[in-house]
Nanobody, 125 residues
Framework: QVQLVESGGGLVQAGGSSRLSCTASGQSLSNYVLGWFRQAPGKEREFAAS????????YYANVVEGRFTISRDDANNTVYLQMDSLRPEDTAVYYCVAGRDRRGNYGHEGAYNYWGQGTQVTVSS
């Protein structure tokens, strides 16, 4: 079992920045991939970014690539999502996720069987 605790988020103006954190506990993460999904009001949940804990390769959804950066702190078992140049359409509940690294499908919900409680990010125009 992996437990995920998120922090960060809140209200930010368009064009601003915000950083989300997610601390994992319960198991070694060396064979895991961690990431972030988001769900905007009235929309389906969608992939934002993920990172392979071993090696640190990152993957991004097209809509956030170049604006968001995912990183990890191995010593603290924490994954971060740095969000820059935020837009009102980035408003969503952001969920931290973790799953066994099966070398693919990182953008699919099915790759992750552990989910955080979600944290709200609201971008005002």
């Amino acid at each position: 079992q992996v437990q995920l605790v998120e922090s960060g988020g809140g209200l930010v103006q368009a064009g601003g920045s915000s950083r989300l954190s997610c601390t994992a506990s319960g198991q070694s993460l060396s064979n895991y991939v961690l990431g972030w999904f988001r769900q905007a009001p009235g929309k389906e949940r969608e992939f934002a970014a993920s990172i392979r804990w071993s090696g640190g390769t990152a993957y991004y959804a097209n809509v956030v690539e170049g604006r968001f950066t995912i990183s990890r702190d191995d010593a603290n078992n924490t994954v971060y999502l740095q969000m820059d140049s935020l837009r009102p359409e980035d408003t969503a509940v952001y969920y931290c996720v973790a799953g066994r690294d099966r070398r693919g499908n990182y953008g699919h919900e099915g790759a992750y069987n552990y989910w955080g409680q979600g944290t709200q990010v609201t971008v005002s125009s």
